[in-house]
């Protein structure tokens, strides 16, 4: 992609000025840096200012202290670097403070002036504010809506250097798929990049659960994964794996990773765990996609039931108090289903959205959807 040999220019005039930067992995131990090269330095880089972050024992519990450039990035942040970049099927990936950071900062950065965003209309609102902190041009096309997106695409595609292709993976209130296979072949006709935010699809959807591109097949065809550590690894924070360009650029120019404090070692190590164990629970996707077929199933009347093995559910109401006065009927049975209103969601879609878990008995199931069928 065009965007990618812009990307190795701004690189090389960052190295050519001096000002290129790197992720140096360093081992806190109190107020102590140690290197690789088995160097102890005196640490007055952190912002720890009361020494609340470096007082634990255990090296691992201490916080970060400083963003990731400054003193932050530990062994621990490399090797989950490296183990989402592999899991991805990635060259390499960075760590964001959170999911949101990741989703605007990496739009906000990747897509410059001179460029073209083709936005989906239910994006979540982290990539639409990427959207609207970069300095790109920004069309939103309609939902899932491939003849409009072509069609967008032919008129205005030929007028800008670089265009991105932004989408959710997983729509996180309408338990949508993205239809990823078209929007690739999109790309490669108008000469376009694909980034996915797998935020919902990470660790549940896919035969290694890597998500909805992995699910369709076009793992090597989507140029930039966002993910989030939050979700169904049970962490913090958020993450972007692509080529190494990609990676090196946004560890020079994204703001919200470069101006944040590091994730705390310990979180690192709780995502790290969680992504290994994913390999390893193809039984627990496996129980939240027959959980979401089922319910989907006794709810035919007033759900979607055409992505039945996304555990994201909503049962669409319209009004908010209407949608309000569900949830507090089902509060009083003993469920908490969320009422959500606009602006989360269109004007005039307000909904209960479930969302489930491979914990939840079916006994838990059954008792929601008779409970759900006496309210509606």
Not at 130 to 148: E, I, K, N, Q
Not at 210 to 221: I, Y
Not at 283 to 292: E, H, N, P, T
Request: glycine share 8%; with cysteine.
């Amino acid at each position: 992609m065009r965007a990618f040999d812009d990307f190795d220019g701004e690189i090389n005039r960052l190295k050519t000025l001096g000002r290129l930067r790197s992720l140096t992995p360093r081992r806190a131990e109190g107020i102590y840096l140690y290197t690789d090269h088995g160097e102890r330095l005196c640490n007055f880089s952190s912002n720890d200012y009361l020494g609340f972050a470096s007082r634990h024992c255990d090296p691992d519990r201490q916080g970060a202290g400083a963003s990731a450039l400054v003193s932050g990035w530990t062994e621990l942040h490399q090797s989950l670097a490296d183990d989402l970049a592999g899991f991805e099927q990635m060259e390499a990936s960075c760590l964001f403070p959170s999911g949101y950071a990741a989703c605007s900062g990496t739009v906000a950065t990747l897509a410059r002036e001179g460029d073209i965003i083709f936005s989906d209309a239910l994006n979540h609102a982290s990539l639409i504010d990427g959207c609207r902190l970069s300095r790109a041009t920004c069309v939103v096309y309609p939902h899932r809506d491939m003849p409009a997106l072509r069609a967008l695409l032919g008129e205005q595609r030929r007028r800008y250097r670089n265009a991105w292709l932004v989408t959710d993976g997983v729509f996180s209130m309408d338990g949508h798929v993205a239809p990823l296979v078209q929007i690739c072949d999109l790309a490669e006709e108008f000469d376009a990049s694909v980034i996915v935010d797998e935020a919902h699809a990470t660790g549940v959807l896919g035969d290694r659960g890597a998500g909805v591109a992995e699910l369709l097949g076009v793992k090597h065809r989507v140029d930039v994964i966002i993910g989030t550590l939050s979700k169904a690894l049970g962490a913090h924070g958020g993450f972007v794996a692509s080529n190494s360009q990609v990676v090196r650029y946004l560890i020079n120019r994204c703001r919200s990773l470069i101006y944040s404090t590091a994730l705390p070692p310990v979180v690192v190590d709780a995502a790290r765990a969680s992504l290994n164990r994913i390999a390893t629970t193809a039984a627990d996707r496996q129980r939240v996609k027959s959980l979401a077929r089922s319910v989907r199933a006794k709810l035919e009347q007033v759900v979607s039931v055409h992505e039945m093995d996304v555990p994201i559910i909503p049962v669409i109401v319209g009004a908010d108090n209407q949608a309000t006065c569900l949830a507090e009927k089902l509060r009083k049975h003993g469920f908490f289903v969320p009422a959500i209103r606009p602006p989360t969601v269109p004007e005039g879609t307000a909904r209960l959205r479930i969302s489930l878990s491979a914990l939840h008995t079916d006994q838990m199931i059954e008792d929601l959807i008779r409970c759900m069928q006496k309210v509606l």
